[in-house]
């Protein structure tokens, strides 16, 4: 019996615990689909969790519940809940599965070997729109290591090896890990050149009065961006609603109305031009984080020292740097490379326009009240 067995055992015969719990132990894999079952409650659930079929998840369900000769889920509809047995033993796997993992973070953090899987998770539009375009370096320095990335608005738990590493760009509240802050992502306003020729310049001083704005849906709902167009955007239209930040960008550049974005993403895009300079209470900290147990293997070191290299090297840009610095002050107007893509009356006339588009909004509340 190795040392991992027998704290495992440990565990499972704790002296005066329910008499469940004083038997022989069982298969740890078949307690690892009770928990995950526990956790998602469905078979459904639960095989997508463990990446099996749900006929794998109910078999080794029954396979359990007749070793330990008791029911540890009530059948619902709908949904499985832990019986008193059940219940009881949930505390302990999941110590189990505590001392298993930290096992399994322990041994890889040791390897010294550049080659293996590191998955890192990251929102979406951060890995597509500025991590993988940049990876082909990786590879060739690393040819060994396979790197899975794991795009999701969700944080991933890294003590239950969800992931190795993760992008965050909200500061983590674990205590038990380990984060770093490597750069910071400036946010503004953009509209596409077909839509500012055809509405002209938006005004923040009447609501953006008369012109059109991408909203959002669901739990994109409770962004700070959403909270930003709801407090700035009072005279303008919601047009269409996102859920994602692709589909923010997508839609401005379609021109079907202003978008928030991240500069690096509005100020590289063809056919997109920012309207304001960074708004400071959307700005976003990115930060590296890892569970202290892998800070150290090879693989994920070399992993994180590249993501850095990468974030590093383009902080102006993700700050919003370059068109931000050559703000004049103006609504709408951008120095440098920018301004000249609008001629000034050009300017002049969309300004006009939004100043006509705002009367004849008051005019008709006025008529309505």
Known sequence: MNALEAAMRKRWSLPGGPAILQGAMPDWNDLRYFLAISREGTLAAASRALKVDATTVGRRLTVLEEELG????????????????????RGTVEEMEASVLAVERRAGGEDARLEGVVRV????????????????????????????FLTDY???DLARREADLAVRLTRPKEASLVARKVGEIAISLYASEGYLARRGLPDPAVGFAGHDVIGYVDAAAKWPEARWMGEVATSARVVVRCNSLLSVVAAAGAGVGLGLMPCFQGDTAPGLRRLLPPVAALKRDIWLVVHPDLQQSARVRAVMDFLSEVIQRDRPLLAGGGLASEWSGEVGSVGGAD???????????????SRARAGQARRGKARTS
């Open 339 to 353: 301004a000249r893509k609008t001629p000034a009356g050009a300017v002049k006339r969309g300004k006009a326009a």
């Open 121 to 148: 998770t990251t929102t979406e539009a951060f890995a597509v729109n500025h991590l993988l375009p940049r990876f082909g370096v990786f590879r060739e320095r690393h040819p060994g290591i396979e790197v899975q």
């Open 70 to 89: 008791t029911r540890l889920f009530d059948r619902t509809p709908g949904r499985l809940v832990l019986t008193a047995a059940g219940q009881g033993i």
């Open 154 to 156: 969700g944080a991933l």
